[in-house]
């Protein structure tokens, strides 16, 4: 069967595609700057890994790129949004769930002595002696 001939794409618009997905231009857009359409396009991709190449690399540069900006407006121009992107979509991080190392949390209590006699208490700010440790039970102290 005898049809037209494959479009095939040549080196110099190897070129053309990495620049053109560097700068975040579709693949439709691409097919129609070499001339084809994008189902000729998509084909060129399976039958020429070289055109599926200059594409993966075009995007890298384009992901490179934004990245760099997401991160120089977390970092330098202190952009919480941007900071919480980045974190969540490049080191995991999930709203509502500890960060690493901080999983336990941790208990405090604090015992206090029972209270001093009204004598005990008049010998302790006179300096006279020490008083002895209260034998009443301990109140454990709770906030409500």
Do not use: W
């Not at 049809?3 to 579709?26: F, N, T, W, Y």
């Not at 200059?54 to 941007?82: M, P």
């Not at 974190?87 to 995991?92: A, F, Q, S, V």
């Not at 949390?105 to 029972?114: D, R, S």
């Amino acid at each position: 069967m005898s049809g037209r001939p494959k479009k095939l794409v040549h080196d110099h618009q190897l070129k053309i595609i990495e620049k053109m997905a560097s700068k975040g231009c579709s693949e439709g857009t691409i097919a129609k700057a070499l001339g084809m359409s994008h189902p000729t396009f998509i084909d060129r991709k399976k039958d020429q890994p070289e055109v599926k190449e200059a594409l993966a690399r075009g995007l890298a540069i384009e992901h490179d790129q934004l990245v760099g900006v997401l991160f120089d407006s977390a970092v330098n121009k202190h952009n919480i949004t941007a900071a919480m992107f980045l974190l969540k979509t490049r080191h995991g991080y999930l709203e509502g769930q500890p960060l690493e190392g901080t999983g336990t949390k941790v208990n405090v209590n604090i015992t206090l002595p029972g209270a001093l006699s009204p004598s005990d208490y008049g010998k302790l700010i006179d300096g006279e002696s020490s008083p002895e440790p209260s034998t009443k039970p301990r109140r454990k102290l709770t906030r409500k």
